[in-house]
């Protein structure tokens, strides 16, 4: 079967590439080896629509982010996802930490994210009472969404204007023809076997992009970028939230620290913590309740009244981080041929934490790396 583009991989990103190729002309088939969209990344995360504060200037990262944050609002509101305007707190606890907000602070107007807002101590706790911090900056543009609404809204649109999507199959081997086509062999959830070409091919697996790439053959001395899978938990809090913004501590290096988060419904969560991990497992582990211990140590230190025992364990979600521990963050890697020189390939890989916000802008930057 000849098929013009494959997208492998029916996260947010994945359909949100489908999406973008599907509105200007193409054909384009949508394959994933969960039984639904999102299952992997999408789903298991905070649910921020962030505003770009944290990135480099210049990187992927921040540039997608701060498109991506204003595409996705007009998105959900013409699509009818809900989404909840929280705004966001990041607090200084110690006074050495307040040279970090500043850093944040010039690294947010360099990306052209919208202005945040020094607040002091005091000031901070007028808007939260039950927050303690030296300083904070307000960031009044962070939301959240309903991801699962999101994807079923990305998927819809593929779908109503012709494209397919195909669950349940597993990619087995990526080749290329004589004619140049790449040749991808399928698996289903039964164990039947198929085989289907196309002109162009985006790999937008997540957790499985690096395995996924590794199957091409490539020229010169370009390498797939490794995966490292880091795995994060979520507690979530028993009882009604005394906060109504989200509430992150400064980050340190590459985690931005357990930070309290709200749903749609208002319901609290913390989290993530992040482990380094070699194999992909959703379990919640906390045998021994140390890793409860942690979090709530974390949390007292900008909720000292959080009560005892107030934090169950709730989710994880596992992130593919493109660089290991200890090494410095990389930026998202959207390799098409000026990066591997394989014509009509774009891959994607560590597309991370602000992949969700960003999404419909990766999804415009797939298809003019595909339209050069």
Not at 20 to 49: F, T, W, Y
Not at 227 to 250: D, N, Q, R
């Amino acid at each position: 079967m000849g098929i013009e583009i494959i997208v492998v991989g029916a996260g947010v990103v994945g359909l949100a590439v489908a999406r973008r190729l599907k509105s200007i002309g193409h054909e384009v088939l949508v394959i994933d080896r969960q039984p639904r969209a999102g299952m992997e990344v999408s789903s298991r995360n905070s649910e921020v629509v962030h505003a770009g504060l944290y990135y480099p200037a210049g990187s992927l990262r921040g540039k997608l982010c701060v498109e991506g944050r204003r595409k996705l609002l007009d998105f959900c509101d013409a699509a009818g996802v809900s989404v909840r305007k929280t705004g966001k707190l990041i607090v200084a606890t110690t006074p050495d930490e307040v040279t970090k907000l500043d850093a944040i602070a010039s690294s947010a107007s360099a990306n052209k994210a919208e202005p945040l807002q020094h607040l002091s101590g005091a000031e901070a706790q007028r808007l939260e009472p039950k927050l303690r911090c030296v300083a904070a900056l307000l960031s009044p543009g962070t939301a959240v969404v309903d991801t699962h609404q999101l994807i079923l809204a990305l998927q819809a649109d593929v779908e109503n204007a012709g494209g397919i999507v195909a669950f349940n199959t597993s990619v087995t081997d990526i080749g290329r023809d004589d004619a140049g086509a790449f040749v991808v062999e399928t698996k289903d959830a039964a164990g039947a076997t198929s085989r289907m070409t196309s002109q162009r091919l985006v790999i937008a697996g997540g957790l499985g992009a690096t395995e996924l790439g590794a199957k091409l053959t490539y020229g010169g001395d370009y390498r797939v970028p490794r995966t490292y899978p880091a795995k994060g938990h979520y507690f979530s809090l028993s009882g009604k939230s005394p906060f109504s913004h989200l509430i992150y501590p400064v980050p340190h290096g590459a985690w931005l620290g357990i930070h309290l988060t709200l749903d749609i419904a208002g319901r609290a969560r913390f989290g993530p913590d992040i482990e380094w991990c070699d194999e992909v497992s959703y379990a919640f582990d906390d045998d021994d309740g140390a890793r409860r211990a942690r979090f709530e140590a974390e949390v007292r230190r900008y909720w000292p009244g959080l009560p005892d025992r107030a934090l169950q364990p709730d989710s994880t979600g596992v992130r593919p981080k493109i660089y290991a521990e200890a090494e410095p963050i990389a930026d998202f890697a959207i390799h098409g041929p000026e990066q591997h020189g394989v014509d009509g390939l774009v891959a994607l890989y560590g597309i991370e934490s602000p992949g969700l916000t960003s999404c419909l802008a990766i999804g415009d930057y797939v298809a003019s790396v595909l339209e050069t």
